[in-house]
């Protein structure tokens, strides 16, 4: 198997690490940021390295689980120096600069961005759909008020007080990746799967009774219609991270498989 490297050290990071060394394939290099090198060393159990470029030298493979940022400080450089990279952080693909940034180094340097499914299903038979044309996509998202902590829900919701379901986003995937980088790749998962980012229509829900993470989809279009939803649970050190999400990205990284190259 190729070597693995990673970028971050958070929940979906340590799960991904614990489970690929139980198939006797450790994460050989860790990239964190700046003043976070010792918690990157203990909680991946890899060597620490500085940056995408000493990265490329250590691993063939690469798991972002960095979010946004990660991807944008470190994916073109990755792709530029030839690495395939796994990312779940498919919201960063909302901004088209970044985008063709990554495109140009690819073509360059032969990387491959893989997408991992994340926390969602269904992408295969919203893409196969997408063939013969769709009408209307829209993803709904519903968590318990505490995963939709620290995102602009808090702006516009009391989340401590609530006692019924409540929005607190309506409009396009592009705007809700842009806007919620933490909590909406599910949303983006679901554009790039069928009509694109500006087309999808997105409803983000904190409901106090939710005990899980709920995504939704409802498609359109020549294929008929179908309605899909999965109730995930969160992993246990993070409300906002779905264990699903870390699992796709293991999968990924066991035998290639990915829902989609970009």
Not at 101 to 129: C, E, H, Y
Request: glycine share 12%.
């Amino acid at each position: 198997m190729s070597a693995i490297g990673i970028i971050g050290q958070g929940a979906i990071a340590r799960y991904i690490a614990q489970a690929l060394a139980e198939d006797g394939t450790p994460i050989t290099a860790v990239l964190a940021r700046p003043g976070r090198e010792e918690v990157a060393r203990i909680a991946i159990g890899a060597e620490v390295v500085a940056n995408a470029t000493v990265m490329a030298t250590c691993a063939d493979v690469v798991i972002d689980c960095a979010g946004h940022a990660g991807l944008t400080a470190h994916g073109a450089t990755l792709l530029g120096a030839g690495c395939e990279v796994v990312t779940l952080s498919l919201g960063a693909l909302a901004d088209p600069v970044l985008v063709a940034q990554m495109k140009d180094a690819a073509r360059v340097g032969g990387g491959t961005l893989r997408l991992a499914s994340g926390a969602i299903g269904a992408l295969d038979a919203l893409s196969a759909a997408a063939v013969g044309g769709l009408e209307h996509v829209r993803y709904i998202g519903i968590k318990p008020p505490h995963g939709w902590a620290g995102s602009p829900a808090e702006e516009a919701l009391d989340l401590a007080t609530l006692t019924a379901p409540a929005t607190h986003f309506t409009g396009t995937a592009r705007a809700a990746a842009l806007a919620y980088p933490k909590n909406a790749n599910v949303a983006a998962a679901v554009a790039l799967a069928g009509i694109g980012f500006d087309a999808t229509e997105v409803q983000l829900i904190a409901d106090p009774g939710a005990t899980q993470n709920t995504h939704r989809i409802e498609a359109r279009g020549a294929f008929g219609s179908f309605d899909f939803t999965i109730s995930g649970n969160a992993l246990p050190d993070n409300p906002k991270s779905s264990a699903l999400a870390a699992m796709s990205a293991v999968r990924a990284a066991r035998n290639g498989a990915a829902w989609m190259r970009f």
